[in-house]
């Protein structure tokens, strides 16, 4: 018999749990406001969790997916109204526009918040309001922050057990007067007395996603979609942390982390930020074709990083689950993420097979012979449509990854040799360059581009900044966040990484890609393993540091001579004309831009022209 007590609002039993202060009194605030029937505070008990996937499975919100095929793990469908983040009702409330900058969406604090108050008032009636106390990174490091997200949403709280540490050693660590950052969402669809409610309930009318950074909040109303209503994702461990971040010294970046080691048993970890669609999930979890070399994962999306005593950065992963991606994921493209997913995992938007199991497009080179798609429709191989929808997601827990790293969880987190940072081009941007040092690598980074394809909106080959891979996560002003970077890189006996930039896309004129990306990837990590090492050699060159083709260890890639000449050449051409590109995307930031910035571009047109 499964014990999970939920309760009337303002009773002792609900809020006896908490000792903190300023959480019971937040707690009682929203409760007075949202008005749920019934209050729940997260213990973080698998016995919970059993009762949150009961209550999807008789509301129809999720399918109970084969016990044989899939163990422990459901199947949800949304609607097609909410499926991805809305970032155009996205915002970040900071006090003045200014301070939001050019990049965000800004709204004035105190407007937003009386709508949004408007908004919630009564939001919950005929739900159960769930407090889930939760921890981004592992519990007792220095590294780590605690937050709390008060949902209506047992999507949520299923999704959040998966993804953070939640339940009542939060509350421990919390302690009676500890900081948190306090996270409101609800579904927005309040329910009349016997009224029935929907598969997915949602507010099709008013969806709004709102960081407030000077208070640390962070109010979401109207989606069920994990990235607008998984607070602890993206709004906290991003929006909100890379202000934390900002005023305290360190940095939270939307990177993967991984563990890179040699035949030798050397170690080294680097992470990474590369935009949607540059296979950051995949070198993560690579599976190295270099004999004798290994990458283990130590998170697959993002790092908070902070100074130890030696004057390293350590970064952990904060996050306790992947929230992936499932289109094009397969034993060719993710074996590892493949191997993660086979048991106590939800599936979002996936289509689900007669035995019932799920699939999606790119998961097997043959199209099963019928399913039924994400909006419940029979669908064929003839049937002329996707069956899953292209952002469908799996949320599954991060230990059971085949490859991550024993040190996924160390609170101390792990010393970072080396930063990525990447973009999809198709020309002009060689396989890997490493910077000249560290104001040349966040240059390098601040100018990450992708060239739109024809299922982007805009014109086809037209270059999409997206800085450190942080354009729609960066909590304030991005200008402001360059000079953060290179404030930290400045900081007294710091010893940095060193920062490489990397293009798996480039393409040849017959618009084939040169190089073969993939576990051959492993190859460029391990030459940017031995430049940190000082055992590999470098060219340098107008943009930076590059290999000559002998320095890549190309042994058993069968792979013309030509294309790695083409990969690792320096398009003098293509480069000037990006100057310009850079320069009026620079403009927009105005005077927040550092000065230090524009000198980088000077300085690359000098070396371009000589």
């Known amino acids: 018999m499964v014990n999970v007590q939920i309760h009337e609002p303002g009773t002792s039993e609900t809020f006896g749990k908490i000792i903190n202060k300023g959480l019971l009194q937040w707690v009682k605030d929203v409760s007075a406001i949202c008005k749920p029937d019934r209050v729940h505070i997260c213990d973080g008990s698998e016995e919970e969790n059993q009762v949150m996937m ?3 499975l008789q509301s129809g919100t999720a399918v109970a997916l084969n016990p044989q095929k899939r163990p422990n793990s459901i199947y949800v469908r949304s609607t097609p109204l909410d499926v991805a983040r809305v970032e155009d009702q996205t915002f970040i409330c900071s006090k003045t526009e200014e301070e939001a900058g050019p990049t ?3 709204e004035d604090p105190v407007k937003m918040k009386r709508e949004l108050i408007d908004l919630f008032t009564g939001s919950m009636r005929g739900r159960t309001m769930y407090v889930v106390p939760y921890c981004m990174g592992p519990l007792g490091s220095q590294i780590s922050k605690i ?3 008060i949902s209506d949403s047992p999507y949520v709280v299923a999704n959040m057990h998966i993804m953070a540490r939640v339940g009542v050693k939060v509350l421990e660590a919390l302690g009676s007067d ?3 950052v306090k996270g409101l969402h609800s579904v927005g669809a309040p329910l009349g007395p016997n009224e029935q409610d929907t598969a997915w309930p949602n507010n099709p009318e008013h969806k709004y996603i709102c960081h407030f950074p000077d208070a640390r909040e962070i109010w979401s109303f109207g989606s069920g979609y994990g990235g607008n209503a998984l607070l602890g994702k993206k709004c906290h461990a991003l929006r909100i942390a890379s202000v934390q971040a900002r005023d305290e ?10 563990k890179l080691t040699s035949p030798q048993g050397d170690v080294k970890y680097v992470t990474g930020a590369f935009p949607s669609a540059c296979g950051k999930t995949n070198l993560a979890m690579l599976i190295a074709t270099v004999p004798g070399w290994k990458v283990e994962t130590i998170g697959d999306d993002i790092a908070w990083m902070k100074f130890g005593t030696d004057g390293r950065l350590y970064a952990i992963n904060p996050e306790a689950g992947f929230f992936g991606v499932a289109p094009g994921t397969s034993m060719k493209s993710n074996p590892n993420a493949m191997l993660t997913v086979t048991k106590n995992s939800i599936f979002t938007n996936c289509a689900i097979t007669p035995d019932g199991d799920i699939w999606w497009e790119g998961m097997t080179e043959d199209k099963p012979g019928e399913l039924i798609d994400w909006l419940r429709r029979p669908w064929n191989p003839e049937s002329g449509r996707p069956a899953a929808h ?13 490859v991550i790293a024993k040190e996924w969880e160390d609170p101390k987190g792990v010393p970072i040799d080396a930063i990525l ?3 999809r081009r198709g020309s002009v941007v060689p396989l890997v360059t490493e910077s000249f040092d560290w104001q040349h690598g966040t240059f390098l980074g601040s100018t990450a581009s992708s060239e739109t394809t024809a299922a982007a909106a805009g014109k086809v080959g037209r270059l999409r900044r997206d800085p450190m891979a942080m354009l729609p996560f960066c909590g304030y002003n991005m200008g402001d966040y360059f000079a953060h970077w290179l404030k930290v890189g400045g900081t007294p006996g710091a010893k940095m990484p060193k920062i490489f930039y990397v293009n798996w896309f480039r393409k040849d004129e017959k618009g084939k890609f040169l190089w073969p990306g993939y576990g051959e990837n492993s190859r460029v990590l391990k030459w940017i393993f031995e430049r940190c090492n000082g055992t590999a050699k470098a060219l340098d060159t107008p943009i930076g540091r590059l290999p000559r083709p002998e320095d890549i260890d190309t042994r058993g890639l069968d792979m013309p001579a030509v294309n790695l000449t083409k990969l690792l050449s320096v398009d003098v051409p293509g480069w000037l004309a990006e100057v310009p590109l850079i320069n009026s995307f620079f403009d ?4 927040h831009l550092p000065a230090a910035l524009k000198d980088e571009v000077v300085r690359l047109e000098q070396r371009l022209r000589k």
């Open 147 to 149: 937050g709390v997200e």
């Open 249 to 258: 010294g360190w940095l939270a970046e939307h990177m993967l982390i991984l």
């Open 54 to 56: 009961r209550t999807m």
């Open 588 to 591: 927009e930031f105005g005077d």
């Open 390 to 402: 292209p952002n469908a997601r799996f949320t599954t827990p991060a230990k059971q990854c085949p």
């Open 421 to 423: 940072f990447g973009g």
């Open 178 to 180: 500890g900081d948190f």
């Open 104 to 106: 965000n969406n800004w």
